[in-house]
């Protein structure tokens, strides 16, 4: 998929805990192939985002979401997802990853180019795979570096339980200003965070048993 931007206004974000919910972030399908399908039949997925970081929570990656039914991120939230990208918290770019069956979960990593001035804007690419085990498959988010290597970030395994067959997965780029108030400097707060993706790309197999007609 070739380069594209996404704009996020602030109080935007994607995150459940049991005081709320909070869906409303923008997200971008890959457009030239299709982006749902079983969990079983998920293998990776990867994008690469750069945006120049200045507020509190200012986000941007990758998320996979997972529903009963047919995905589309963006008629509503999913009830199960998986987001990772760039983070910027308490004046630092992290490495993010956020898990939620239900309520989320969230961890952080160092970010190889974490010494950057605010403002500043680099490219992360970070990515999902299924990577199977003698325990069973799970879903491992890396961070991949210039020179190639994967740095594993997390493993999520609660998506391949007992009912995954009745899972559908979609893949999406997403954005995301959560920060609203007390922004600095004041105009911060009524201003949108742009990002900018390219490497956009997915690999989701079909066996005889889901391929579409």
């Not at 079983?40 to 998320?63: E, N, T």
């Not at 003698?134 to 210039?146: F, H, Q």
């Not at 970030?153 to 997965?169: I, K, P, Q, S």
Request: aromatic share 12%; proline share 7%.
């Amino acid at each position: 998929m070739s380069a594209f931007t996404l704009s996020a206004k602030p109080g935007t974000d994607i995150w459940s805990k049991p005081s709320t919910l909070t869906f409303n972030a923008p997200t971008k399908q890959p457009s030239s192939v299709t982006h749902t399908g079983p969990i079983k039949a998920f293998k990776s997925a990867r994008v690469s985002v750069s945006f120049p970081w200045s507020q509190q929570y200012d986000q941007a990656g990758l998320i996979l979401g997972f529903r009963k039914t047919t995905l589309t991120l963006a008629a509503r939230a999913p009830q199960r997802w998986i987001k990772t990208g760039v983070e910027f918290y308490n004046g630092e770019p992290l490495l993010s990853t956020v898990g939620t069956d239900n309520f989320s979960d969230w961890s952080v990593a160092p970010h190889p180019d974490g010494e950057k001035a605010v403002g500043a804007s680099t490219w992360t690419t970070i990515s999902f795979e299924k990577v199977e085990s003698e325990t069973g498959p799970s879903i491992w988010v890396y961070l991949i570096r210039a020179d190639g290597k994967k740095q594993p970030l997390r493993e999520v395994t609660w998506c391949f339980g007992n009912d995954a067959e009745n899972w559908n997965v979609g893949i999406a780029a997403y954005v995301a200003r959560p920060n609203k108030d007390g922004a600095e400097p004041l105009e911060a707060q009524f201003k949108d965070l742009e990002v900018t993706f390219e490497s956009f790309k997915q690999d989701i197999w079909y066996d005889e048993e889901t391929q579409p007609e």
